[in-house]
């Protein structure tokens, strides 16, 4: 099989899809994560649920999924290129970097934004770090199990370097 530069173009925008679509797929985790949170602390009740989660889960979880997608993006990408270049394949990683991009999120609303807006309630930083956390493992679910899989691999027992020149 040839390695040439149209092949090599192929697997980094394959590889470029498949971050795109785990992204979302992360985002769309911790968005229902979310919800699930809240509409317990409003006091669903789990024979209410059916009904709740049929009407309101199917626009709103991934209306608030673009905006966890918004503002964990470059947090995230930053987590993602790491992880690409490092070739991580493991679960941990991206459920504790899922974890950092909530408490960054967190924490530029602290710095950032109107003070009365700022998330100041332990139960609702702690659920926004395990929504990252979801997030985080289901982005491993979709595409990081092959972080890494873009760079070129030597067959083995090839040389590490060329051979002499024979001059």
Not at 105 to 123: K, Q
């Amino acid at each position: 099989m040839a390695t040439g530069p149209m092949n090599r173009f192929v697997a980094y925008f394959v590889r470029f899809a498949v971050i795109f679509f785990g992204y979302a797929v992360g985002s769309l985790a911790a968005s229902a994560f979310i919800h699930v949170i809240f509409f317990a602390w409003a006091g669903v009740q789990p024979q209410d649920a059916p009904w709740v989660a049929t009407g309101s889960f199917v626009f709103s979880v991934p209306f608030v999924a673009l905006f966890v997608a918004y503002f964990g993006f470059m947090p995230s990408a930053l987590a993602i290129l790491l992880a690409e270049l490092l070739s991580r394949r493991d679960w941990l990683y991206y459920a504790l970097a899922g974890g950092a991009v909530a408490a960054v999120f967190i924490g530029y609303l602290y710095r950032e934004v109107d003070p009365d807006f700022a998330i100041t309630d332990t139960n609702m930083m702690l659920s926004l770090v395990g929504a990252g956390m979801i997030g985080g493992i289901f982005y491993w679910l979709a595409a990081g199990q092959w972080a890494g899989s873009w760079k070129r691999r030597r067959p083995a027992g090839a040389p590490s370097a060329p051979g002499p020149s024979g001059s």
